[in-house]
Nanobody, 126 residues
Framework: QVQLVESGGGLVQGGGSLRLSCAAS????????MGWFRQAPGKEREFVAA????????YYADSVKGRFTISRDNAKNIVWLQMNSLKPEDTAVYYC???????????????????WGQGTQVTVSS
């Protein structure tokens, strides 16, 4: 099982940008599809973005499409989430996710995620 550690969260004004990082342990990082989810207070955890093992075929939630970009570097065991044009409604704890299934399966259900990070808080002020 891969271990995931997120970083890069913080407080930002609306319209600003943040880049989240997720560092993975182990030598089999390239065998996992990776994704990002978020959970706001009082709400269920929701899908944000996912990327295939090779780094292609990204998927995005409609709410972030055109503003967020997911990418990965298999040589460094890292996946990033670049977040631009941030809005107050993007405020949440963001979780990194790994799955032995494909990226489309990550998008379809949290039950398809095998490993979670501890989460990093993103707060967007208005």
């Amino acid at each position: 099982q891969v271990q995931l550690v997120e970083s890069g969260g913080g407080l930002v004004q609306g319209g600003g940008s943040l880049r989240l990082s997720c560092a993975a342990s182990g030598r089999t990082f390239s065998s996992y599809a990776m994704g990002w989810f978020r959970q706001a207070p009082g709400k269920e955890r929701e899908f944000v973005a996912a990327i295939s093992r090779s780094g292609g075929s990204p998927y995005y939630a409609d709410s972030v499409k055109g503003r967020f970009t997911i990418s990965r570097d298999n040589a460094k065991n890292i996946v990033w989430l670049q977040m631009n044009s941030l809005k107050p409604e993007d405020t949440a704890v963001y979780y990194c996710a790994a799955s032995t299934l494909n990226a489309a399966m990550i998008k379809s259900s949290t039950s398809n995620v095998g490993s979670w990070g501890q989460g990093t808080q993103v707060t967007v002020s208005s």
